[in-house]
């Protein structure tokens, strides 16, 4: 039982202690061109991620230890939405962004000698918003750094991606 209250605790007192350094950027798509029917205006993950990633570098979190790079496991990005995002892009532009910083290195998580210092989670989630009489799918795409030692979450945050629907 105090097992459970001391992560509890840890994990409260981690996300207290979180912070940022600059809010999170809006990343709005352009909303598709007359005459273009047949594309559907898509969210820019791909801006959404390095937003993040410069946010995270900012913050100081990556700063290795022994001056070598961190050693990071990255989990998977859960996609929440209903319409089908493609998380193996966004977790392959995590993975590039990333190791432009020249702060880490990805691991694969097999064996004791790449023990990571750190795991890297997401997920992508939305909601439909109507604002004006004009309906708009809403993306959210969140990250989240936490020790593989003890759990606790070192940063974390989330950035708005919009979507103008029709």
């Not at 981690?14 to 047949?38: D, F, I, L, R, S």
């Not at 913050?59 to 001056?67: F, M, T």
């Not at 190791?99 to 880490?104: A, P, S, Y």
């Not at 790449?114 to 989630?125: H, I």
Request: glycine residues 6%; hydrophobic residues 40%; positive net charge.
């Amino acid at each position: 039982m105090s097992y459970k209250l001391f992560f509890l605790a840890a994990f409260f007192f981690a996300t207290a202690c979180a912070k940022t350094v600059e809010p999170p950027a809006v990343v709005e798509t352009p909303q598709a061109q007359v005459g273009e029917t047949e594309k559907q205006p898509r969210p820019d993950f791909d801006a959404a991620v390095r937003t993040l990633i410069k946010h995270l570098a900012k913050s100081g979190v990556l700063k290795p230890v022994d001056g070598g790079k961190n050693k990071i496991l990255m989990t998977r990005v859960v996609d929440k939405t209903a319409q089908k995002v493609n998380v193996a892009e966004i977790q392959s532009v995590i993975k590039r962004e990333m190791t432009k910083t020249g702060k880490i290195a990805f691991i694969d998580g097999k064996g004791d000698a790449k023990r990571p210092d750190f795991a890297l989670s997401g997920k992508v989630t939305s909601r439909i918003a109507n604002i004006r009489g004009e309906e708009r799918t809403e993306f959210y795409l969140y990250l989240a750094l936490s020790e593989s030692k003890t759990g606790v979450v070192f940063w974390e945050n989330q950035t708005p991606v919009l979507m103008t629907g029709k």
